[in-house]
């Protein structure tokens, strides 16, 4: 599966943004979805991650009640609704595919190794 994401850009503490990661190629249905971050001199870091169904979702601590995860399988679209935003939050975000398992446990979702495919990062800045 490819994945293209995009709507990364500037904006200041407290502003909001939306990203989005389209993908093409497989079924869409078929795969778990998440978005990741790395900040400059850090590692790369789960945010959410998401269900094939989009009925379970997964917040790192950091970003529960400011970010939400989503999915549109009919368009192939994963979405992450960014509000809030502080400077911390500046990071390249990528998103990621897995093929979907019987079980939503975290040992499936939560580490960056348990995806098979990569979409180019999309920056986003936050100033202060």
Do not use: H
């Not at 990364?8 to 943004?17: H, R």
């Amino acid at each position: 599966v490819q994945l293209q994401a995009s709507g990364g850009g500037l904006v200041q503490a407290g502003g909001s943004l939306r990203l989005s990661c389209a993908a093409s190629g497989r079924t869409f249905s078929n795969y778990v979805m998440g978005w990741f971050r790395q900040a400059p001199g850090k590692e790369r870091e789960i945010v959410a991650a998401i269900s094939w169904s989009g009925i379970n979702t997964y917040y790192a601590d950091s970003v529960k009640g400011r970010f939400t995860i989503s999915r549109d399988n009919a368009k192939s679209t994963v979405y992450l609704q960014m509000i809030s935003l502080n400077p911390e939050d500046t990071a390249v975000y990528s998103c990621a595919a897995r093929v979907r398992t019987t079980l939503w446990s975290p040992e499936y979702y939560q580490s960056l190794y348990d995806y098979n495919y990569w979409g180019q990062g999309t920056l986003v800045t936050v100033s202060s």
